[in-house]
Each structure stands twice: as C-alpha cells, then as structure tokens.
C-alpha cells in the first residue's frame, strides 16, 4: 500500500511538467514605452489562452524592465530553458550604460510564471517521500539543506 501512494503522489508532483510537443520560441520586434524590444513570443502550447498569459507576463516584465533603466533604451532576451511546459528567459534591458535583468520561468500548462520557491517545495516533497517510506524514524539528507535537523517518523 505505501508503494502505491508512493508512486500516485509522485505521479501527482509531475504532473504539471508534462506536455506533448515542444514549444516554439519566436522574435517579436516592438515597442515598450519609448523603448525599441526584441521580446521572445511563445508559440506551440496546447492552448491559445494560455499562450497569450504567458506572452503577456513577458511584456509586463519587459515594461519593469524599461522603467528601470529610465524608461527608453533597449530591451533584448535569451533562451536560457526550453522545454515542451517550462520556458526559462533572460531579459535585458540597456540604457546607454544603465542596464537591468529578470529571469522568468513560464509554465505553459497554466500560462503563469513558476516562483522559484516552486522547485524547492517539490524537492524536499522527493526528500520527504524517501523518509516516509523507511521502516523506521529517519534523518533526512536535506539537513544540509534546512537550517534546523528534521526527524520523520514513519508512524503517521
């Protein structure tokens, strides 16, 4: 029985990462404010809707971006991850000298972007199953990791 719950739960935690073809990446040149823009536009995702929130959150982040290098200038991107559900971008935006970079995650299963927070919390979720399904009480590895020593009894 626990190597059943084990294995659904882990189904459950990867499910957000799974898709069925990959995602296109094109150039898309505009304008944000006075600022000329080369902003990545995401292409090939299962749904049109969710396409256009992510193409959305990048143009927000693209405007931050100019705002704060004095609102004109350039702004330029990098494909840093592309995966069939996660897009990882690097924006830079360029004022004469003045610049300033985001990074953006994009889940194209739900058009919005991950937090960083994200992909730990599933981390120590893996490192947490591991210790459930022991015998006995463990020590977890991740207490290199956590800044105090967490015990996980298997009695729960």
């Not at 290098?69 to 004469?96: C, F, I």
């Amino acid at each position: 029985m626990k190597i059943l719950m084990t294995t659904l739960l882990c189904l459950c935690l990867s499910l957000p990462v799974l898709a069925d073809q990959q995602t296109t990446v094109l150039t898309e040149q505009t304008s944000v404010g006075k600022a000329t823009a080369m902003l990545p536009y995401i292409d090939g995702s299962n749904s049109a809707e969710l396409e256009k929130q992510a193409n959305a959150l990048v143009r927000d982040a693209a405007a931050k971006l100019v705002k704060e290098v004095g609102g004109q200038g350039s702004v330029t991107y990098k494909v840093m991850l592309n995966r069939p559900s996660l897009v990882s971008l690097l924006l830079e935006a360029d004022n004469g000298g003045r610049k300033a970079y985001t990074g953006l995650n994009l889940d194209l299963t739900t058009g919005k972007e991950f937090e960083v927070t994200y992909f730990f919390v599933k981390m120590l979720w893996a490192i947490m199953i591991t210790c459930f399904s022991a015998k006995r009480a463990c020590l977890c590895a991740a207490r290199k990791m956590l800044p105090t020593v967490a015990l996980y009894p298997t009695g729960m």
